[in-house]
């Protein structure tokens, strides 16, 4: 009986030392607890960025990794909203016509963000299909470069910054979507 007990023991041990570190991170990774958000940032492009957007938000103690994702989409939307009112007040000052076209070109990059990019994603998460949530994301991140590449000749453009969060948060978002797969 103790044989058996210790065998069935060292069975368990032996099973869990062979685990893929993948599996590893998702088990850390199902519910809420202390080191979820360091876990789950430890898995995106832009550890500091992904730790001190959810820190900031007090829903995050609390969530799960489906929360985590949430949380940054939310923050990822108000970004872009934010950014989409720069490039509108940018848009009824500019008076030269490349320069208005460059400003459509992103107004309509970030329309596509806030109304299909983000919605998508969110949607196919709360659905349980994150690989479409991981190309929503994607998406949005392709559609702050776009825009930037617009002013790649421009020094100083005013909103690089916004772009750079904008692309950088929608990395994010994909990364931690990419985990629930």
Do not use: W
Request: proline share 5%; net charge positive.
């Amino acid at each position: 009986m103790k044989n058996t007990i210790s065998l069935a023991l060292l069975q368990l041990a032996f099973s869990f030392t062979f685990l893929p570190v993948s599996q590893n991170l998702a088990l850390e990774l199902q519910g809420p607890g202390a080191n979820l958000i360091e876990t789950t940032c430890k898995g995106t492009p832009f550890y500091n960025l992904c730790v001190s957007t959810l820190r900031s938000d007090p829903r995050s103690s609390s969530a799960d990794l489906l929360g985590l994702a949430h949380i940054v989409a939310d923050k990822l939307k108000a970004k872009t909203t934010a950014t989409l009112g720069q490039i509108t007040g940018l848009l009824k000052g500019a008076k030269d016509p490349k320069l208005r076209m460059a400003l459509r070109d992103c107004f309509d990059y970030y329309n596509a963000i806030i109304k299909y990019d983000i919605p998508v994603t969110i949607d196919a998460v709360a659905k349980g299909n994150p690989k479409f949530g991981v190309q929503g994301a994607t998406d949005a991140a392709n559609e702050a470069d776009a825009c930037e590449r617009r002013f790649k000749n421009q020094p100083k453009f005013p909103i690089s910054s916004s772009n750079k969060v904008v692309h950088d948060l929608s990395a994010v978002v994909a990364s931690i979507v990419q985990l629930l797969l």
